[in-house]
């Protein structure tokens, strides 16, 4: 006998008909989680940027002086330290947006083809702009051929000298700021993403409010339910689909508790809560 139940509709659908745009979403838990910083704090823990590049060195001199590995595994070891010294050097550039007065911008040219007609993917621009005089510095990769892995160690080392910033940038630890002892889901990363979320989606779910001693501080309810069920639901569907080994045990009392302490905060500091 089937049952008579209508299907709900998926995330997707809900939010849709809420008026919220999946590329908003996406940019809080996807796009805008620093990736090459975050793979840094994951591989090396509290560890300098600076650390790694001279372990780099140390494993490229060993090479040099080796004579106990065949030709193949030199070569296999050599591919892996161009590799990791190519996503250190992808977070050096992340962690260097700004540099003193200096704040730089990354782009891209479309793909197209070098002095010899030969197909190139596309050249990386940066432009650094010094906030108190104004002056512009300009540098730019050029594209490499389809299938030839990126050598950021090199190319980005180039492109910060040309700049003039190389012996200014910052080498320090990423880790503390995304990482910590706790478990993964209380790791600033992302204990910083379920209030961004939260400020994204609650205007699209109103309902009857509830006064609440610690966030209505003047004694008046402001309008608005602030924990929704079906709010702290939709969030968590979304915290574990994007995020499910660290959101996968995570109860919707979690994520309501995470939002009271971040609306508690906003009204010490006497900002509006919804």
């Known amino acids: 006998m089937a049952e008579n139940t209508r299907a709900q509709p998926d995330i997707f659908e809900r939010l849709r008909r809420r008026g919220v745009a999946y590329e908003q979403v996406m940019r809080v838990v ?30 490229k001199q060993f090479l040099q002086r080796d004579f106990l590995l065949t030709d193949d595994q030199r070569s296999t070891v050599a591919q892996w330290i161009r ?51 104004g002056e512009k510095r300009r540098h730019e990769i050029p594209g490499q051929r389809p299938g030839v892995p990126p050598a950021f160690g090199e190319e980005y080392q180039e492109a910060f000298k040309a700049l003039g910033l190389l012996d200014q940038l910052g080498l320090g630890a990423p880790g503390p700021s995304l990482i910590s002892r706790r478990s993964d ?43 929704p069920k079906e709010l702290l639901g939709d969030m968590l569907e979304i915290l574990r689909m994007h995020h499910p080994h660290v959101f996968g045990k995570t109860t919707t009392s979690q994520v309501k508790a995470a939002v009271m302490r971040h609306l508690s905060g906003k009204a010490r500091q006497g900002k509006p809560t919804l």
């Open 30 to 59: 996807q796009f805008d989680l620093p990736q090459n910083l975050f793979f840094f704090a994951r591989q090396y823990g509290n560890r300098t940027i600076n650390e790694v590049l001279k372990r780099i060195q140390s494993w």
């Open 83 to 133: 590799l990791t010294e190519s996503q250190v050097w992808a977070t050096i550039r992340d962690a260097n947006f700004v540099i003193g007065d200096w704040v730089l911008s990354w782009g891209a040219t479309p793909p197209g083809e070098n002095a010899d007609g030969e197909r190139v993917m596309s050249a990386i621009r940066v432009t650094a702009t010094n906030r108190a005089t």
């Open 185 to 227: 889901q209380g790791w600033p990363v992302y204990a910083r993403m379920i209030p961004r979320l939260y400020d994204l989606l609650a205007p699209k779910y109103p309902s009857r409010g509830h006064y609440s001693a610690q966030i209505d501080l003047d004694g008046m309810v402001k309008g608005q339910a602030r924990y």
